[in-house]
C-alpha cells in the first residue's frame, strides 16, 4: 500500500474532498473536522449531480439527502431523507453532538437542521430538475455503472448514483470517517441507501479500521458491507484482502442479479494501509499521503 494514506475519498472528484479535509487536518483540526470538511465540497458542488446541492431528485422530484459521520471512540450521526439543505454531513455530525440519537429521517431531520439554523436551500437544480422531466418520459429505473466520474458529462444524459465516502487518519492511528450522497438518481419517495446507515456505507472501529462504499446501495445493505470489511480486518485481512472478501460475497450471493452493477469499497488501517476493491472496472478512488501528496488510483475489479 506504498507510503499510506491519511486522507481517503471514493471517485475522481475524491481529490478536491481530500485537499480540504487535508487543510483542516493540517490546521489543527480534529479528524471529525477533516472528513466534515471533506465531505462538504461535493455538496456544495453544482457539477456533481450525486451529492447535496444539485443532486438529482427521486421521482416524485424532491432532492433527498442521505450522510453519516463517526469516529473510532463510537460516536456517530445520521440524516437519512434530509430536505432543502445543502450540508447534509454537517447535520449528521450535529445529530451526533446535539441528540441522544444516531439518525434523524425525513422531516424530523429536515426540522431539525432548521432548528440547527442550517439554511434553507432548494436543492433542484433547472439542470437536475431537467434531468428529471427527460427521465419521466421513459420512467425507466436503470442505475447505471461509475457515473460518479462523469458529473457534468451529459447533463441529464446519465442516472447518476454517487456517493462521496471519505476516510481519515491521525499520525496515531487513530481513524474517523464520513459518507454523503443524494442517492440514487430517480429512487422511489422516501428510499434510503447503504449510506447513512452505520456498517453498511460507513463504518469505523478503534485500532483495526475504517470503510466506505459505494455504488447501488442496495447491494451493501443487504450484506451489511462496511460492518463486514472492518471485522474482516479485525481478523487479521490486509484492507484490500477485506475489500476483496466482501466484493466476492456479493457476487456468490446475488449472481446474475448483480449483471451490470457497480459496488465499491475503499479501507484505511491504522497504519494507513489502503484497500479498495469493486464489481466493474471503473471505480477510482483519490489517496493522500502525510505530505499532502495525491493521487488518483483506479481500484481492482473483480469483473
Ligand atoms: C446509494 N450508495 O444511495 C449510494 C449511491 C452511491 O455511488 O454510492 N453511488 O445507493
Redesign the pocket.
Known sequence: AGPGATVLS??DFGAAANAAAFARLSAGGSLLDAVEAGGMVPEADPANH?VGYSGYPDRDGHVTL?AVIMDDTGQVGAVAALEDTVHAVSVARRVMEKTPHTMLVGDGATRFARDQGFPQRALLTPEAEKAWRDWLRTANYRPEAN??NRVSRTPGGAL????I?ILARDAAGRLAGA?T????AF?MRG?????PQVGC?LFVERGVGAAT??????E?TRVAGTARVVASMRAGLSPQAACEEVVRHIASLRGDAIRGV?V?FLALGPQGEVGAFCLLPGFTYAATDAAGRTVVHKAGSLF
Open positions: 471514493t471517485w450525486s442521505d457515473v460518479e447518476d448514483h454517487d456517493t465516502g459518507c450522497t443524494s442517492g440514487m429512487k428510499r434510503v441507501g447503504d449510506s456505507g462504499s459505494t455504488g447501488l446501495g442496495e451493501v457497480q465499491g
